[in-house]
């Protein structure tokens, strides 16, 4: 059954889109910059110069098939249905895979999108 919401309109609940080989449980971004700073004879700041954007990405699921998001591989640029923060193709960095007697199987992965690579 979908949600509910009563309230303040423009908030988000859950993921907007279902990912293809997978039930979506978690996704999140943060983006990251790095900085210079120029200081005048006072040591005081006159200048910040940012480059270098990235953009970490980290998602969670319980796969249901062998494709899509649960063929992930590390390396090898990964598109999503759901768009997350940031520009350029997304490569994962680190897979994980956890397994229970209570729960069902889950996949992990975090991995960067770089703002020059797309």
């Known amino acids: 059954m979908a949600a509910t919401t009563v309230g303040t309109s423009g908030a988000s609940y ?11 449980q978690t996704l999140g971004s943060t983006q990251r910059t790095d900085k210079e700073e120029t200081r005048n004879h006072q040591g005081e700041v006159v200048r910040v110069t940012y480059y270098n ?6 998602g969670e699921w319980v796969p ?5 998001i649960s063929a992930v591989a590390i390396a090898t640029a990964l598109t999503l249905t759901n768009t997350v923060r940031g520009t350029g193709l997304l490569y994962p960095e680190e897979i994980t895979e956890t397994m229970t007697n209570t729960t069902e199987r889950r996949m992990s992965f975090r991995g960067m999108k770089y703002l020059n690579i797309t």
């Open 14 to 24: 859950g993921i907007a889109s279902a990912e293809s080989g997978g039930l979506m």
């Open 53 to 58: 954007t990235t953009t970490e990405v980290t």
């Open 64 to 68: 249901t098939a062998g494709t899509g």
